[in-house]
């Protein structure tokens, strides 16, 4: 199981500190909720907490069970979901998720790209031979899914997962998450909302005194 330790972290931009001194570990098996009012930095903590970007000074560090784990392999555990990524508009569903698979190796039989689209709740009559640039926000979003969960990460970075999602998305995302943290896998969560924090195993918050409960 991976945990990621943030030790002492601190980052500023412009000469304006975000993090002073952070700690905070986050545990696999369970979702964690990264919380805080606009501009507080949990987009940058996911960041952080995924090496995509290093601290001033301080460590974060990833152990599975106990061994620090290699950059590569950490790579490869990876799935993030954020705004900014961005599927190829003149591209279909299918060939977007092929070309996304495939820069982490992976091929997608048809049959797996039926099943992830029902999982994610995208009709596939719907968005055949559809570009990616034609589907609706929340669809793109339902998709961002499909990719992440055919990737096979076990390490989540969300951010602000359940933007654009209808109720029935919202209760899709969560749901998978909680399969993924039962399974282990460490589920990151950015969010704003308060019934998404309530149903985090585990909270950080930022702007003021970073908190955990567990
Ligand atoms: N690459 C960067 N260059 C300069 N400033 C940055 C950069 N990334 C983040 N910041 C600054 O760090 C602060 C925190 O940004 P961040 O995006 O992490 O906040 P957030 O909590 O995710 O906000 P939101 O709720 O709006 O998504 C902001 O003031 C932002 O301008
Ligand atoms: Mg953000």
Redesign the pocket.
Known sequence: MITITFDRVTRS??GKP?FDSLDAKIRGGKITAVT?P???????FLRLAGHLLRPDSGQVSVKCDDAELRRADYRDRLGIVTPELRFYPRLTAYENMTFFLGLRGKTLTTDTYRDLLKRVGLDETAVRGKFAGAFSTGMRQRLKFAVLLASGADVWLLD?PAANLDAAGRAMILREARQAAASGAVVLW?T?DAGEEEKADEVIR?GGNPARRS
């Open positions: 931009f412009g975000l805080g606009n501009g507080s930095g949990k987009s940058t602000e950015a704003n930022l």
